[in-house]
């Protein structure tokens, strides 16, 4: 079975400190895809990076930075001087393209960010 | 416009009734999902479909009925409300492994 991992319920931050959201996931498959989402107050989902297991190489967007460690089986993301407009709810989620079954995203329970001015 | 919509947006109904919550998609994407979401369990998979007519149970499929006649459409149907299904549901649509979510119908079971 599939398993995704957010041990950090909730983190509050000051405002321009970096703060990073820990995911650790769980899979017998060797091909799969993890990704990171964004829900702010307003609701929706937003897709914020997708990664492929064959790809490890760190990625950076602007504040944004994702760390990939298979040997850890963890995906973490890291802002940079935050901002207040980052705080949200953040979900870490883990698919397979090897069968049906697991083509469903697993999502891990969530990380609140809050961000103080 | 292209996108997923759900309908509707905000949903309150009573104990037993039957209610039904749409979900449509303009791409022709194969696969298409419902989530609900719960404080303190992220998002969890109610039902999925991998294409028209074929459609399996997830993590959480007890009191919920789909059907997807259509590749654009996938309704889910709440046979007999109960309060615990109070909850914010998602549909996705995906297709070579990107996902796209609608906007979520929030449901209030009283």
């Known amino acids: 079975a599939q398993k995704v991992t957010q041990a950090q319920t909730e983190i509050s931050v000051v405002e321009k400190e970096d703060v990073t959201l820990d995911c650790v996931y769980e899979t017998r498959d060797t091909t799969y895809y993890l990704f990171w989402y964004k829900q702010p107050p307003s609701g929706e989902l937003v897709f914020l990076i997708r990664r492929n297991s064959f790809d490890e190489q760190n990625e950076i967007s602007g504040r944004y930075s994702w760390n990939f460690q298979k040997s850890t089986s963890s995906f973490n993301f890291t802002i940079t001087a935050s901002q207040v407009v980052d705080s949200a709810v953040y979900f870490c989620?883990?698919?397979?393209?090897?069968?049906?079954?697991?083509?469903?995203?697993?999502f891990g329970s969530g990380t609140r960010l809050q961000v103080q001015p | 416009d292209a996108g997923i919509t759900q309908s509707p947006r905000y949903k309150i109904t009573e104990t037993g009734r039957q209610v039904t919550l749409m979900c449509h998609q303009t791409?022709?994407?194969?696969?298409m999902f419902w989530y609900r979401q719960d404080l303190g369990h992220g998002l969890r998979l109610i039902y999925y479909?991998?294409?028209?007519?074929?459609?399996d149970k997830g993590e959480v499929p007890d009191g919920y009925v789909v059907s997807r006649s259509k590749t654009e459409n996938f309704p889910l149907t709440l046979e007999s409300a109960t309060r615990s299904q109070t909850s914010v549901y998602f549909c996705a649509s995906s297709e070579g492994g990107g996902y796209t979510f609608g906007s979520g119908t929030r449901l209030t079971v009283v």
């Open positions: 989620a883990l698919s397979s393209l090897m069968d049906t079954g697991r083509r469903a995203l697993t």
């Open positions: 479909s991998a294409a028209a007519d074929i459609t």
């Open positions: 791409w022709s994407h194969s696969y």
